[in-house]
């Protein structure tokens, strides 16, 4: 299962830049997908999921600035991520599950993508 992500780049604070992630072999299926980032020196954590009842969870530091969705007819998921900070700078990761519990605090995905890089410059 390969999950295919674009977005990611540079962006000064305050800016904002928007992740994409396809998991098209899901689509039309109970399917949570979400985004887990890797900061330097930390352990990866996961950022914010969505399900395909319309759940979501977000890690608290990102809440209002953040906003995750997905299109469930195309097994498709966006992060739109603003008013970026410099520790918001990490390898963000995809990852997906048919089924799952994305939308409590306990989510162990399957499936991930290759992660992309997103670097905030203050």
């Known amino acids: 299962v390969q999950l295919v992500e674009s977005g990611g780049g540079s962006v000064q604070a305050g800016g904002s830049l928007r992740l994409s992630c396809a998991a098209s072999?899901?689509?039309?299926?109970?399917?949570?997908m979400g985004w887990f980032r890797q900061r330097p020196g930390k352990e990866r954590e996961r950022v914010a999921s969505v399900h395909s009842n319309g759940s979501t969870w977000y890690t608290p530091s990102v809440l209002g600035r953040f906003f995750i969705n997905q299109d469930n007819t195309k097994g498709t998921t966006q992060l739109r991520m603003n008013s970026l900070r410099p520790e918001d700078t990490a390898i963000y990761y995809c990852?997906?599950?048919?089924?799952?519990?994305?939308?409590?605090?306990?989510?162990?995905?399957?499936?991930w993508g290759q992660g992309t890089q997103v670097t905030v410059s203050s």
């Open positions: 072999m899901f689509a039309h299926t109970t399917l949570c």
């Open positions: 990852a997906a599950e048919q089924g799952g519990t994305c939308y409590s605090d306990s989510w162990h995905p399957p499936h």
